[in-house]
C-alpha cells in the first residue's frame, strides 16, 4: 500500500525478510507526522509480532518533530511485542541521530536485507 498527502510526503509498505519496510520519501517534520503515523500503522498490520524497518533513504531532512515521530513509532512497535529499526539514512540524519544520541535508541540495519 502507498499514500501521498498535500505536502509531498509519501510512504509506501513492502515485505522483505519477514519484515515489513516502511519507505517514507520527503521531509519528516511537524506537517508530515500524521501521514508517517498512517503509514507505521499499515506496516504494523503486515506482521505479527510487527517487525517494522523504516527505511530513510528518501527522506533528506527530519527536524525534532521528525525525531519525536520516530522515537513514537520505535515505542508503539516495541509495546505491540515487535522489533523496529531504521536504514538507509543519509549522512545528514545519520548525524543528526548521532548529535542527539539517538543513535543509541535506534538500530541500524542494512537497506537491502532489512537486518
Do not use: D, H, I, V
Given at each position: 500500500m502507498a499514500s501521498a498527502d498535500r505536502t509531498g510526503f509519501s510512504w509506501i509498505v513492502t515485505q522483505r525478510n519477514n519484515a515489513a519496510v516502511l519507505s517514507p520519501a520527503g521531509e519528516l517534520d511537524l506537517s508530515t507526522m500524521g501521514e508517517f503515523r498512517d503509514g507505521l500503522a499499515h506496516a504494523m498490520e503486515c506482521i505479527r509480532p510487527p517487525l517494522v524497518v523504516v527505511d530513510l533513504q528518501d527522506v533528506p531532512f527530519c527536524d525534532s518533530s521528525g525525531l519525536n515521530t520516530l522515537i513514537w513509532a520505535a515505542n508503539t512497535v516495541?509495546?505491540?511485542?515487535?522489533?523496529f529499526s531504521l536504514s538507509g539514512a543519509q549522512p545528514r540524519i545519520t548525524r543528526?541521530?548521532?548529535?542527539?544520541g539517538l543513535d543509541k535508541r535506534f538500530s541500524l540495519c542494512d537497506t537491502s536485507?532489512?537486518?
Open positions: 516495541e509495546a505491540a511485542g515487535g522489533t543528526l541521530l548521532r548529535l542527539t536485507t532489512g537486518s
